[in-house]
C-alpha cells in the first residue's frame, strides 16, 4: 500500500474541517479519524520493522473502514468530490492482511535499531496526539489517567531520543561485541514494550475499550522503568570502556535514587521472565541456573522490598544489583526466542547462566548480613497465639524445604538453623507453660509471686529469642 493514499485522505480530511460547515459533533469526528489515520501512516512507513504487529493493526484497520463510513455518510457529496472512499478501505485492508499472513524470520541489525526509536517515537508523537484529543471528551476520572500517562509518555520520547543518540554516535562501532550485543538486548526489549503499547493505546482510542484499564495505564511507568535498565547498561559501558567520553560525566549515567515504582516494575519484569524461560528453555543445568536467580530474586521483593524492612541508600544499592541480574536474565533468555542456537551460542549461554547464579550468591550473602545486623523492638511476634503462629511456621518451613525448586540450593541452610531454633523455642515454651498451669491449678487459682515473676521472665526470654529470630530471618518471616 502507497503511504500518499492515507496522505490524500488526510488532506481531503483538512480540507472538509476548513470548507465544510460542519457542526461540534461531526468536526470531533473527523478529528478523531485524522490522528488514527496518521497512526497507521506511521505504522505502514515503518512496517518492515514492526512485523509481529500486523495481526492486531489488522482488526484495527477493520475498525477504521467503519470509522471512515461513518464519518463520510453524513456528509454533502460536494464535500466527497474527488474522494475515492472505497479505494482505500480495500487498500488498507489488504495491505495489513496481506502482511500478517507473513512468516517474519527478521533480526534489526544496528542500523535498524536506532531507525526502530526513531520509528517508535515518531509513534508517541501520534499516541500523544490521540491522548490529548481523547482527554476533552472523556470522564473526569479517565481524563486525569490520561494527563498522568502523557506526562509520563513525554518523558519516555525525551529519554528514547537521548539514548538512541547515545547508542549512535558513542557506543555503536566503540565498545567489544559481548557488551554491544547485551546494551542492544535491553534496548530492544524496550523498544518492543514500547511499541506494544503504542498498539494498545490505539486499540483504546479505536474501540474505545481495553481489556484491563488499570493495567494499561501503568504500563507509562513500566516503560521508564524498563528505560533505566537501557540507562543502567550504558552507564557500565561509559564508566568502563569510554571513561574518555564527555557523556561519562552526565546526569543520566550519574550516582542516582532510583524511580519510586522500580522495584514493582522490577517484580513485573522477572514474572514476565520466569514465564518466558519456562516456554524456552531445556531442561539442563543453564535452566536451573536460571530457576535458582529467578526466585530468589522474586522471593526478595516479595518478602523485603515490598514490606519496606529495607530502606535508604543500602535499598537503592541493593535494587541496582537486582537490577543488573535481571537484565543478564533478559540477555540469556531472548538468546533463545525463538530461533536455533549455534554451537557458541550454547557455550555463550552456559558461561552467562553460571555468571548469573554466582551473581546470585552474593547478592544473597549480602542481603543475610544485612538481616542479621537488623534490631526490632518492639517485638513483633503476636501477643496472642504466639505458640500456634509458631506451628503455622515449622509446617511451612517443612512444606519449602522438602520442595523440588531450584531455590533449595540457596534457602535449605538457612531454612535448617531457623527450623531448630524455632523448634527449640516452642519445646521450651510448652514445658515452662505446662510447668507454670500446673502449679496455677495446684495452688487452686492463687497465683504466688514467684509464679507471677517465673510467667513474666518466661514472656521476656521469649520476646528476646523470637526477635533474635526475626532479626537473622527477616525475609522468610515477611514471605511467609
Known amino acids: 500500500m502507497n503511504e500518499n493514499e492515507i496522505e490524500e485522505m488526510l488532506d481531503h480530511l483538512r480540507r472538509i474541517k476548513i470548507e465544510g460547515n460542519l457542526d461540534s459533533s461531526r468536526f470531533g469526528q473527523i478529528e478523531h479519524l485524522d490522528i488514527v489515520l496518521r497512526v497507521f501512516r506511521t505504522f505502514i512507513k515503518y512496517h518492515v520493522l514492526l512485523p509481529d504487529c500486523f495481526v492486531k493493526l489488522t482488526m484495527n484497520a477493520e475498525w477504521t473502514v467503519e470509522m471512515l463510513h461513518r464519518v463520510f455518510d453524513g456528509i454533502s457529496d460536494e464535500c466527497k468530490t474527488n474522494l475515492n472512499l472505497e479505494r482505500l478501505e480495500s487498500h488498507l485492508l489488504e495491505f495489513f492482511e496481506g502482511n500478517s499472513s507473513l512468516s517474519y524470520n527478521y533480526e534489526l541489525n544496528d542500523f535498524d535499531l536506532s531507525?526502530?526509536?526513531?520509528?517508535?517515537?515518531?509513534i508517541l508523537n501520534d499516541v500523544l496526539m490521540m491522548f490529548l484529543e481523547k482527554g476533552r471528551s472523556c470522564h473526569p476520572k479517565k481524563?486525569?489517567?490520561?494527563?498522568?500517562?502523557?506526562?509520563?509518555?513525554?518523558?519516555?520520547?525525551?529519554k528514547m531520543r537521548f539514548l538512541r543518540y547515545i547508542y549512535a554516535t558513542e557506543i555503536n562501532g566503540y565498545v567489544n561485541y559481548d557488551k554491544l550485543e547485551c546494551l542492544e538486548t535491553r534496548i530492544q526489549f524496550m523498544a518492543n514494550n514500547v511499541g506494544q503499547f503504542c498498539l494498545a493505546a490505539l486499540d483504546y482510542v479505536i474501540v474505545v475499550e481495553v481489556t484491563d484499564e488499570i493495567d494499561f495505564f501503568n504500563k507509562p511507568p513500566y516503560l521508564l522503568s524498563l528505560l533505566v535498565f537501557v540507562e543502567l547498561e550504558m552507564k557500565k559501558i561509559f564508566h568502563g570502556e569510554l571513561?574518555?567520553?564527555?557523556?561519562?560525566q552526565s546526569k543520566t549515567f550519574k550516582d542516582k535514587k532510583l524511580p519510586k515504582e522500580f522495584s514493582h516494575h522490577l517484580h513485573s519484569l522477572l514474572l514476565y521472565l520466569r514465564n518466558k524461560k519456562l516456554e524456552n528453555f531445556p531442561n539442563n543445568i543453564?535452566?536451573?541456573n536460571i530457576d535458582v536467580a529467578i526466585e530468589f530474586l522474586l522471593v526478595f521483593l516479595d518478602a523485603d522490598v515490598s514490606n519496606h524492612v529495607i530502606n535508604g541508600n543500602w535499598l537503592n544499592e541493593v535494587l541496582?544489583?537486582?537490577?543488573a541480574i535481571a537484565g543478564d536474565v533478559l540477555y540469556v533468555i531472548q538468546k533463545l526466542v525463538p530461533r536455533s542456537i549455534n554451537k557458541d551460542d550454547t557455550s555463550k549461554i552456559s558461561l552467562c547462566s553460571i555468571q548469573i547464579l554466582e551473581k546470585t550468591k552474593d547478592l544473597k550473602a549480602q542481603v543475610e548480613t544485612y538481616y542479621k545486623s537488623l534490631k526490632f523492638t518492639p517485638s513483633q511476634f503476636p501477643t496472642f497465639g504466639g505458640l500456634s503462629f509458631l506451628d503455622s511456621l515449622l509446617r511451612k518451613l517443612n512444606e519449602m524445604s522438602k520442595s523440588k525448586s531450584g531455590l533449595d540450593f540457596l534457602m535449605k541452610p538457612l531454612l535448617g538453623n531457623l527450623e531448630k531454633e524455632l523448634s527449640s523455642l516452642t519445646s521450651i515454651l510448652e514445658k515452662?507453660?505446662?510447668?507454670?498451669f500446673r502449679d496455677v491449678v495446684h495452688h487452686e487459682h492463687k497465683i504466688p509471686k514467684d509464679l507471677q515473676r517465673r510467667t513474666i521472665n518466661l514472656a521476656y526470654e521469649a520476646e528476646v529469642a523470637i526477635d533474635s529470630i526475626l532479626a537473622q530471618y527477616n525475609a522468610f518471616f515477611a514471605y511467609f
Open 286 to 288: 543453564s535452566a536451573q
Open 115 to 122: 531507525k526502530y526509536m526513531d520509528c517508535l517515537e515518531n
Open 320 to 323: 541496582l544489583k537486582v537490577g
Open 143 to 158: 481524563k486525569l489517567a490520561i494527563h498522568i500517562s502523557i506526562k509520563k509518555l513525554k518523558i519516555v520520547q525525551k
Open 243 to 248: 571513561k574518555a567520553s564527555k557523556f561519562t
Open 432 to 436: 515452662e507453660l505446662s510447668s507454670i
